[in-house]
């Protein structure tokens, strides 16, 4: 165990004064604290400060820094608390230089034990799903924790506003989803014989981290499970692509950092807050962004790592309780939604955020999701993907839906629906614009999936990938028999927020069907990728043959389009002529405004004839 009661926000309030080797009295630096501490706190403060070195006499009652930074003592393990960025009793990590409170420590590693405002009033909120309705007591055990300044708080897991702001219960993200996904027609299996009555004694179920994991500190414990949470096949160009999308998107939240406050500090006064203040060199966005573009990162706990040391910096450097530190909770809070999404599905996620094309939903990933018709509120049963699925009763389906907008809801079971069920809208009639544009992304979808997933992967080529999107949808036509708008407006697809109703209906008998292509065996994905990958050869043969004769007829238009240009040029040239009336060769002179002559011998030629009519005056 170690102690130390310096507030760590006092080494850059008294920078301000003691900057480029300056000296002040004692009272100025006790009177500098009086905003953050009180005055028992200041005093105790400035002395624990030259206990420790940090401070130094500089005649009588003035005080400086320690103009040499190696002099000042320094400690293997962090000064501050890895969680609360406060001093105290810590506790040093047993594989790293972080330190804890032990009241402090998480009890999982990713779920923080701060509060973080809820994104209520934001314009783009997050999907709703069963993680986030999920209440989780806080135990007995944890210590009470004083609660932010903030007017709504949640988890930085969560991704759902608050209905109402004064509920005390932290919304947390339940365990209970799973990050594979599960099949509606697949029904568990029918039991055989009646359970024994002889009850067994069952082991406790031990979670990783209630053992002795609790030991380490919060990054350490992330790292050990940081090959287990990466998504496979995930190399570190394909992770610093979906990273860069992220990182860009939510940075904004910083608008200032420890590296940006100290840009006015000579570089021995730098130099000396981070031998005092830092265990770990990321202390700025610019760090961060280096790392992604370095391609540093192989897992995505180490970029999750790398957030928690900067916040955990900021904390330190400009107090628990600043602005600058809440912003970094939201960062976390939306960063580690991203780092969810990427771990279920590194494809939608990229897809999501690249939309080459109108019809980017419909590109299939590697890894392959049912499709279903899910009932939500008062829509029809609409096509959508599966997404994950929740253990507990009522097991629900985190779903996205086809259609203008892809929103994500969270169906129960009752209200799915096969995606091989007949005649499902055949008693309906007429459908509307917007599930027929929903049933038309399904169908090129559909198509899309008998070819190879690399053909729209990350190492993918863009024409190909266009050109098969284009060659589904010429085979999924825009139906034309669709029903007139209502007077009522309504979403285009199934919303977050729709009024619920209680209509249901009864699934049809569950049909036998095929088996996903990820569930084959080795041998028939090997077979089915040489016969998609010489179907694609031949698509791209008549794909050249059909440009290069889209380039011959090009070039043939171009030439009778100059000749066409000329003769027209020649006809109106022709036009602002004059020419003889006797001869029809080029006029060199006028009779009158009737007629022209080249010469005076057509002209007496033509006399009798033309003076019949001529207007000339006589």
């Not at 500190?217 to 992220?246: D, F, G, V, W």
């Not at 629900?396 to 086809?402: E, I, M």
């Not at 139906?479 to 009864?506: D, M």
């Amino acid at each position: 165990m170690t102690k130390q009661l310096l507030p760590p926000v006092c080494i850059r309030i008294w920078m301000q004064h003691l900057m480029n080797g300056a000296s002040v009295p004692k009272q100025t630096l006790e009177r500098s604290l009086l905003g953050s501490v009180n005055s028992d706190k200041a005093s105790q403060a400035v002395e624990d400060a030259i206990d420790m070195g940090i401070l130094v006499a500089q005649g009588k009652s003035m005080l400086s820094f320690c103009h040499k930074r190696k002099s000042i003592p320094t400690s293997s393990a962090d000064r501050y608390c890895y969680e609360c960025n406060l001093p105290g009793s810590l506790k040093s990590c047993k594989s790293c230089s972080r330190s804890f409170h032990e009241c402090c420590q998480r009890k999982h590693p990713e779920r923080p034990t701060y509060d973080v405002p809820s994104d209520k009033g934001q314009p783009h909120r997050f999907p709703l799903n069963e993680s986030d309705s999920d209440v989780e007591t806080k135990s007995q055990e944890e210590p009470a924790r004083a609660p932010l300044s903030t007017e709504h708080q949640l988890d930085h897991n969560s991704n759902i506003n608050l209905n109402s702001v004064l509920e005390t219960s932290v919304k947390r993200e339940s365990p209970d989803w799973y990050d594979d996904v599960s099949f509606v027609s697949e029904q568990p299996a029918a039991r055989q014989r009646r359970k024994s009555t002889v009850k067994t004694e069952q082991p406790p179920f031990l979670e990783p981290d209630t053992s002795s994991n609790r030991e380490n500190c919060t990054a350490c414990r992330l790292m050990t499970l940081a090959r287990i949470h990466h998504p496979p096949q995930l190399n570190k160009r394909e992770l610093s692509c979906l990273l860069q999308y992220s990182w860009s998107k939510h940075q904004s939240w910083l608008s200032t950092d420890v590296d940006k406050d100290m840009k006015s500090l000579s570089s021995r006064d730098r130099a000396l807050v981070k031998r005092v203040l830092f265990k770990t060199n990321t202390l700025g966005q610019a760090d961060i962004q280096k790392n992604i573009e370095t391609k540093k990162y192989t897992y995505l706990t180490e970029f999750l790592v790398d957030l928690l040391d900067l916040q955990h910096n900021i904390g330190v450097f400009f107090g628990h309780t600043e602005q600058a530190y809440n912003a970094t909770q939201w960062l976390m809070r939306d960063v580690t939604h991203d780092i969810r999404e990427i771990r279920r599905c590194p494809d939608c996620f990229r897809n999501s955020n690249e939309m080459e094309c109108s019809m980017w939903f419909a590109k299939p990933c590697l890894q392959r999701h049912e499709l279903v018709f899910a009932k939500h509120g008062g829509y029809p049963p609409w096509p959508a993907k599966v997404i994950s699925v929740s253990s507990k009763n009522p097991i629900k389906y985190d779903v996205r839906f086809f259609g203008k907008h892809h929103l994500r809801a969270s169906v129960l079971e009752k209200d799915i629906i096969t995606i091989e069920t007949d005649g499902l809208f055949k008693h309906k009639g007429k459908i509307s614009k917007a599930l027929a544009a929903a049933m038309r992304e399904l169908e090129c979808h559909k198509m899309l999936l008998n070819y190879s997933p690399d053909l729209f992967g990350f190492h993918a080529d863009p024409a190909v990938t266009k050109q098969l999107i284009d060659n589904a949808l010429s085979h999924c036509p825009e139906p034309t028999n669709t029903a007139t708008p209502a007077k009522r407006g309504r979403p285009v697809t199934p919303g977050i927020n729709s009024k619920k109703r209680r209509t249901t209906i009864t699934p049809a008998p569950v049909p036998t069907r095929q088996v996903p292509l990820r569930r084959c065996s080795l041998a028939a994905r090997i077979a089915g990728g040489k016969e998609n990958e010489s179907m694609t050869m031949a698509e791209n043969n008549d794909l050249k043959q059909l440009r290069s004769d889209l380039t011959d007829c090009y070039e043939n238009l171009l030439k009778k389009t100059e000749e066409l240009d000329a003769l027209k040029k020649e006809l109106d040239d022709a036009k602002r002529k004059r020419w003889c009336q006797h001869c029809l060769q080029e006029a060199a002179f006028d009779c009158c405004f009737t007629a022209s002559y080249c010469s005076v011998e057509c002209l007496g030629q033509h006399k009798k004839r033309h003076r019949r009519v001529c207007k000339a005056k006589r």
